[in-house]
């Protein structure tokens, strides 16, 4: 499995920036899509997720009406638009996948960085204030 992130950039406070993430190697239905974010000094945080087969999401609330995933099931790809981006959004983030195990609520273990065993290379995301 393969998850490649990009769309990362330099943008000023209130801009908007499109993440996207390619994800290769296996069907990829029945599976839980994420991202995460780290800040310098910080530990990672999740940010969203969305089941891929009935496009169930949850965010984080410090995003919450900001930023919209969703995924492409046609191009193997998912997406995380952020808008009104601030200053604390900055970070490099990260998209995970891991099968959507039965016996797990997903709004339980999305937010959890351990339950994903794929992660692709991080794209920063420096919003300027």
């Known amino acids: 499995v393969q998850l490649q992130a990009s769309g990362g950039g330099l943008v000023q406070a209130g801009e908007s920036l499109r993440l996207s993430c390619a994800a290769s190697g296996r069907t990829f239905s029945n599976h839980v899509m994420g991202w995460f974010r780290q800040a310098p000094g910080k530990e990672r945080e999740f940010v969203a997720a969305?089941?891929?087969?009935?496009?169930?999401?949850i965010y984080a609330d410090s995003v919450k009406g900001r930023f919209t995933i969703s995924r492409d099931s046609v191009k193997n790809m998912v997406f995380l638009q952020m808008n009104n981006l601030k200053a604390e959004d900055t970070a490099v983030y990260y998209c995970a996948a891991n099968i959507n195990r039965r016996g797990y609520n997903f709004a339980d273990i999305a937010g959890i960085a351990g339950y994903y065993a794929y992660w692709g290379l991080g794209t920063l995301v420096t919003v300027s204030s």
């Open positions: 969305i089941t891929w087969n009935d496009i169930n999401t």
